[in-house]
Nanobody
Framework: VQLQACGGGLVQAGGSVRLSCAFS????????TGWFRQAPGLEREFVAG????????DYADSVKGRFIISRENAKNTVYLQMNSLKPEDTAIYSC?????????????????WGQGTQVTVSS
């Protein structure tokens, strides 16, 4: 399995960015997916996750109401729409896939990881 994330960059506070993560190597619909982030000096943290069907998304409290996770199984892609960005959202964002139809908030439950993409929010 390979995951390729893209879409990061520099954005002003209050702005929006959409991350994409392309999945390849296995049947995408057999995997749940998640986004995690890691800021300098901090632990990696869960951001959002979604089940194989695209239903039942879950979010970290810090991003609820601002971020939206979605997926298109026909395109083997998962997205993270990030709105109303804040400087504290600055981090490297990584997508992950879990060989289960149900998502998890724990990074230890994910089998495959993308390389990460930098999102920097300026104040």
């Amino acid at each position: 399995v390979q995951l390729q994330a893209c879409g990061g960059g520099l954005v002003q506070a209050g702005g929006s960015v959409r991350l994409s993560c392309a999945f390849s190597g296995r049947t995408f619909s057999h995997y749940s997916t998640g986004w995690f982030r890691q800021a300098p000096g901090l632990e990696r943290e869960f951001v959002a996750g979604i089940s194989w069907s695209g239903n039942w998304p879950d979010y970290a409290d810090s991003v609820k109401g601002r971020f939206i996770i979605s997926r298109e199984n026909a395109k083997n892609t998962v997205y993270l729409q990030m709105n109303s960005l804040k400087p504290e959202d600055t981090a490297i964002y990584s997508c992950a896939a879990r060989s289960s139809t149900w998502m998890s908030v724990s990074s230890e439950d994910y089998n495959y990881w993308g390389q990460g993409t930098q999102v920097t929010v300026s104040s």
